[in-house]
């Protein structure tokens, strides 16, 4: 039982020390790792040694494919690319349903795009088309919110995603993560639109208000991509994962020969991004392209450094558990129980709604989990997806004032923090509740 009290001791320390104290995620997942490791009475010539491995483990499999992704995403919300994307979106789904345009919009773009800096990008385009149509402004938010959080929560390459897919021993396996994160995201999303729907008679003062219109928002691009260009840095390194993902299938649906081992290599995360990031250089224009990339990758290292540490620290910390004898002796108790999927869930739910960040709480409720998923029931290829599913849907659970996405979207959107609450905050748990219970009923079809 104390090793039970000391994990939870563990736990409270990281949600105090990130929500009360302020202390930088990377610093607090460090010292939990050190705690952890003196509480759990591992032998102090091997505390350093785990600690280094686990950090270094982790980030050998996932640290560059973290750079590449965010340089990529970058370069398309620097270059009007996400706008050309959105515009696109709305182009083939006209204007009839202006709230699953919106959604489709948000869905899309926060695969490369961070939401924050996707609903920041799209908000102009949100206002100009809830004016345009007599859209409940609410009701666009909530739309354009929840799209975005979807897929910033469930597919990679969103750094998040990516972390967690690297804890779980899911690095070569990327494929499989993005077409099942697709289908659940998918879930998500609905779930959310849902819930736009009935924020149509809430408030805000954006229309009121309007600051700039979406048409001077796309001038301060300039000459904006084509659709190929804009949609191929994110779309063709999408592709070349999932084919490599089949092609490396135990059955060889593409036999072993040399176009294997062309799709093979090129379906490499890594090599699949790095492909990307050529597509993505193509959106650069003018003259001074190589300045323009040297500013785009200087900013992208500047975003991933953080997400880079944080996961690095996770991995350690995860390595540290694993060193544990708390994984043996919680096994016959999580057996009895059967929680499967639903432990990830609540961790990660527990994480984000205490300190707020997405990404903190995917990487460390995945970092926590990792050595329970034998114990778990969860110990194959599709549990360990599952697993990244379950614990996305709790890093969605849920947005609200410590999270900073919940005052992006409430103060670009002029909406009160009472209507924030009952509109976005309100989807957001929809959206947890709704695809953990997918995940689950899925798990008992298929685990």
């Not at 799209?122 to 354009?144: F, H, Q």
């Not at 062309?262 to 991004?273: E, Q, R, S």
């Amino acid at each position: 039982m104390h090793l039970v009290l000391i994990l939870v001791a563990v736990i409270i320390f990281i949600v105090f020390a990130t929500s009360r104290l302020k202390l930088n995620p990377f610093i607090t997942l460090l010292l939990a790792s050190f705690l952890a490791a003196f509480a759990f009475g591992l032998p102090l010539s091997e505390i350093e040694t785990t600690i280094r491995a686990g950090f270094g483990n982790i980030l050998g499999y996932i640290g560059l494919v973290i750079v590449l992704g965010t340089i990529i995403g970058v370069i398309l919300e620097r270059t009007g690319a996400a706008i050309v994307m959105a515009e696109t979106i709305i182009k083939l789904l006209g204007q009839k349903f202006p709230t699953l345009t919106m959604s489709l919009v948000g869905f899309i773009v926060s695969i490369p795009v961070f939401c924050d800096s996707g609903y920041v990008i799209l908000n102009s385009l949100k206002r100009s088309m809830a004016r345009t149509l007599s859209v409940s402004p609410v009701a666009m938010t909530v739309a354009l919110s929840t799209g975005l959080f979807a897929t910033h929560t469930m597919v990679p390459p969103t750094p998040g995603p990516i972390a967690a897919a690297g804890n779980l021993g899911l690095e070569n396996n990327l494929g499989l993560v993005i077409g099942i994160g697709l289908i659940f995201a998918i879930i998500a999303a609905l779930a959310g639109l849902f819930w736009a729907s009935r924020c149509k008679n809430m408030t805000s003062t954006e229309l009121e208000q309007a600051e700039e219109a979406f048409e001077e928002a796309r001038q301060h691009y300039g000459e904006l991509p084509s659709a190929g260009k804009a949609f191929a840095p994110i779309f063709v390194p999408i592709l070349l994962i999932c084919v490599g993902s089949v092609a490396s299938y135990p059955t060889a649906p593409l036999g072993d020969g040399l176009l294997y081992e062309i799709l093979n290599f090129l379906g490499k995360p890594l090599n699949a991004l790095l492909i990307g990031l050529g597509f993505a250089l193509t959106l650069l224009q003018g003259k001074g392209k190589l300045d323009e990339f040297g500013r785009h990758t200087s900013k992208g290292l500047e975003v991933a450094a953080p997400i880079i540490l944080i996961t690095g620290a996770g991995g350690a910390f995860g390595a540290v558990l694993a060193a544990t004898p708390l994984g043996s002796y919680l096994g016959d108790t999580l057996s009895t129980l059967g929680l499967g999927v639903l432990m990830p869930f609540i961790v990660a739910a527990a994480l984000k709604s205490a300190q707020g960040s997405s990404t903190v709480a995917l990487v460390t409720a995945s970092a926590l989990v990792a050595p329970l998923l034998p114990q778990l029931g969860l110990d194959s290829d599709m549990g360990r997806v599952l697993t990244v599913m379950a614990v996305g849907a709790g890093a969605m659970t849920v947005s609200h004032a410590n999270d900073s996405y919940f005052w992006v979207v409430s103060q670009f959107s002029k909406m009160t923090v009472a209507t924030a609450y009952k509109s976005h905050t309100t989807a957001t748990l929809i959206m947890g509740l709704v695809t953990i219970a997918a995940v689950w009923l899925t798990s008992l079809a298929v685990l």
